[in-house]
C-alpha cells in the first residue's frame, strides 16, 4: 500500500495509474479525508449514469 497527497497525485498521475494495476493506492487528503484510487474493469457508460447519484 502506498499513501500519498493529492498534490502528489497531480503531479505523478501516470505514474499512480501504472502502479494502481499491481497496489493500492491511497490518497489522503487533511487529516480526516482518505480515498482509494484502484483499477476497475470498464464500466459502461449507461450503468454509470443510472447508478451516479447528483
Not at 495509474?17 to 487528503?29: F, P, S, Y
Not at 487533511?30 to 447519484?53: A, D, V
Request: hydrophobic share 35%; glycine share 6%; no cysteine.
Amino acid at each position: 500500500m502506498i499513501v500519498i497527497s493529492p498534490s502528489e497525485l497531480r503531479g505523478n498521475l501516470k505514474k499512480y495509474l501504472d502502479l494502481a494495476e499491481k497496489e493500492r493506492i491511497v490518497i489522503q487528503r487533511g487529516k480526516k479525508e482518505t480515498f482509494e484510487l484502484r483499477k476497475t474493469e470498464r464500466i459502461s457508460e449507461g450503468s454509470f449514469l443510472t447508478t451516479l447519484k447528483i
